[in-house]
């Protein structure tokens, strides 16, 4: 069993940066793919960004590619997302997520979620 508690959120200006942090309990971190995802008022739950469990490679959507950053650190069990060049249409709660492998990710079947991190981009 793995509980992820995230941190991080807050109210940052368009353009600025914020680093999402997800501490995961157990372990039996490193053995699972991990991710973020993000939801928005009134829209569904969207995949962000994914790793495999060594953190060797990632994945991202479209929308976040050359602005965030996900990354994991084992011995601390962690999970990472640096934020940069925020836009207002990045504001939405941001959830990481574990699952047994990337492609789990991506197609957002999860094993364990957290209870998410409100971040607000004001323009």
């Known amino acids: 069993q793995v509980q992820l508690v995230e941190s991080g959120g807050g109210l940052v200006q368009t353009g600025g940066s914020l680093r999402l942090s997800c501490a995961a309990s157990?372990?039996?971190?490193?053995?699972?793919?991990m991710g973020w995802f993000r939801q928005a008022p009134g829209k569904e739950r969207e995949f962000v960004a994914g790793?495999?469990?060594?953190?060797?490679?990632?994945y991202y959507a479209d929308s976040v590619k050359g602005r965030f950053t996900i990354s994991r650190d084992n011995a601390k069990n962690t999970l990472y997302l640096q934020m940069n060049g925020l836009k207002p249409e990045d504001t939405a709660v941001y959830y990481c997520?574990?699952?047994?492998?990337?492609?789990?990710?991506?197609?957002?079947?999860?094993?364990?979620w957290g209870q998410g991190t409100q971040v607000t981009v004001s323009s």
């Open positions: 997520a574990a699952a047994r492998n990337l492609q789990r990710i991506v197609v957002m079947t999860i094993e364990h």
């Open positions: 157990g372990r039996s971190f490193s053995s699972y793919a």
């Open positions: 790793t495999i469990g060594s953190g060797s490679s990632t």
